[in-house]
C-alpha cells in the first residue's frame, strides 16, 4: 500500500457512542421522540457530517414532533452539539496498536478522512499527541468524504493502491467510488448486522487496529 486512510470515529477513536449521545443532548430540547429518531436518523448514515445531518433534523424530522413551540435553529443546534462533543474527543479511548501500526508502515503516508468537523478534529488529535501520525493530513468536514477523497486523490496527496479503514457503509460506498480498497473495522461500529452485510458484499474485515498490526509484522 501506498496510503492508509483512516476515519476516525469508530476506529482511531471510541467515539460513536460520544456523537450518538451529543445528538440526543443537543435535539432533546425539541422533545425525547423528536431526538430518539435523529439517533436513529444518525446510527443509519454513519460517515456524513453534522452539518448534514441537523439540517435534516430541522427540515425534516423536527416537523414530525410538533410537541415544542421552539422552532430549531441549524446554527444553535451545530453549537450545543461540538460543545458535548469535543469533551468527549478529549477523553475517549484510542484504538490500541495505533503507535504499533504507524512503527510497521513507517515511510507510508497516513491521512484521515472523516465525517467529523475538520477544525474540531485537528484540534483534538494535537491536543491528544497524535497529529503527527497524520502525516498526509487530517480531513473532514464541511467537505464530504467523496469530496475530499477525489480532491486528494487529485492533487496526488493520495496515491494508489491505498488502503481506506472504516467503519461504516457510507466509508464502504466513498472507498469504492474512490477506486481504493477498504477494510471493515467492526470493534466499535454502530452498523445494524453488520455481519450479514459484509459477507454479502465480500468485504474484508478486521476486528480492531489492534488485530491489523498483526499482517504487518
Not at 436518523?41 to 413551540?69: E, M, V, W
Request: proline share 3%; hydrophobic share 40%; glycine share 8%.
Amino acid at each position: 500500500m501506498k496510503c492508509f486512510l483512516f476515519d476516525c470515529d469508530g476506529v482511531l477513536l471510541n467515539s460513536n457512542s460520544v456523537k450518538t449521545q451529543a445528538f440526543y443532548q443537543a435535539t432533546l430540547p425539541y422533545g425525547k421522540d423528536a431526538a430518539q429518531a435523529m439517533v436513529d436518523y444518525h446510527t443509519a448514515n454513519g460517515g456524513i457530517s453534522r452539518y448534514k445531518k441537523l439540517a435534516h433534523f430541522c427540515d425534516s424530522i423536527s416537523p414530525q414532533f410538533p410537541s415544542t413551540t421552539l422552532k430549531p435553529d441549524l446554527n444553535s443546534l451545530l453549537v450545543n452539539y461540538a460543545e458535548k462533543v469535543r469533551e468527549g474527543l478529549l477523553a475517549c479511548e484510542v484504538a490500541e496498536g495505533l503507535f504499533e501500526l504507524r512503527e510497521l508502515t513507517a515511510g507510508t503516508p497516513w491521512m484521515i478522512v472523516s465525517g467529523g468537523d475538520q477544525a474540531e478534529l485537528r484540534e483534538v488529535f494535537a491536543k491528544r499527541g497524535l497529529d503527527h501520525l497524520f502525516d498526509a493530513g487530517i480531513f473532514g468536514s464541511p467537505d464530504t468524504k467523496d469530496e475530499i477523497l477525489a480532491r486528494e486523490l487529485a492533487s496526488g496527496n493520495i496515491k494508489k493502491p491505498a488502503l481506506f479503514l472504516g467503519d461504516s457503509k457510507y466509508d464502504y460506498e466513498a472507498a469504492t467510488r474512490a477506486g481504493l480498497d477498504f477494510v471493515f473495522v467492526s470493534q466499535w461500529s454502530e452498523v445494524k448486522d453488520w455481519q450479514a452485510w459484509v459477507e454479502q458484499e465480500g468485504i474484508e474485515t478486521v476486528s480492531s487496529i489492534k488485530q491489523l498490526t498483526t499482517r504487518f509484522s
